[in-house]
């Protein structure tokens, strides 16, 4: 009795296997070329401070005047 309940589920899961095996390799692929062309693309917003304006360079300049 157990044996036929341990086979159906070896025989169901033995049978995703490989749709399981190509949903994963095509998916990483879709995945990494999706973050690299948003890469590209400049969709992916910066960083928080990424960008600091350098105003101290005026503030010297203006003194020097």
């Known amino acids: 009795m157990y044996f036929e309940f341990y086979r159906s589920i070896i025989g169901y899961a ?13 998916g990483g692929f879709l995945v990494q070329f999706l973050i ?20 101290h360079k005026r503030e010297v300049e203006a003194r020097h005047v």
Do not use: A, C, D, T
């Open 14 to 26: 033995l049978l995703m296997i490989p749709s399981l095996i190509y949903s994963v390799y095509f």
């Open 36 to 55: 690299e062309k948003m890469g590209m693309m400049g969709s992916l917003p910066q960083s928080r401070g990424f960008r600091i304006p350098n105003n």
